[in-house]
């Protein structure tokens, strides 16, 4: 079992519980939820970043360190690492909790590559960065 000695930065995109229908037959949460868990997660952050429509185009690096299992608590977090003149690169790591514990373990992390696309579906250039405000 990993150690929970990091912690996650920044705040959760998706939150969100594994359920039994999430199972693969050996009864661990099945890869491929966890993987529509993090693009939905990455799309969240490239559809606010590019301020409208993005499509999924690469998911790459994706890296699954340990397991999750029904009832545990996932988080996603998303960091937005490239920008170009009409993609986004955006690291998801997913992070699980135990419903009965404290500790969070990283169990997933991957790069997703999107498009910004306009009305027709084609791609679009991603306006540039909105100032952040003042705390």
């Known amino acids: 079992m990993p150690q929970a000695n990091a912690v996650p930065i920044g705040e959760p995109v998706i939150r969100t519980v594994a359920m039994p229908a999430d199972t693969n037959p050996a009864g661990d949460i099945f890869g491929g939820w966890l993987m529509a ?15 409208g429509r993005c499509a999924t185009v690469a998911a ?23 920008v170009g003149r009409t993609s986004l690169s955006i690291r998801i790591e997913a992070w699980r909790r135990s419903r009965d514990g404290d500790d969070c373990f990283k169990v997933t992390e ?20 909105q100032p952040q405000p003042q705390s």
């Open 37 to 51: 868990q993090m693009d939905l997660a990455a799309g969240n952050a490239a559809a606010r970043r590019a301020r």
């Open 110 to 129: 991957a790069t997703f590559t999107f498009v910004a696309i306009d009305e027709q579906r084609r791609p679009r250039p991603v306006p540039p960065a």
């Open 60 to 82: 790459d690096s994706m890296v699954f360190h340990s397991p999750v299992f029904v009832g545990d608590e996932v988080s996603l977090y998303a960091d937005i690492i490239r």
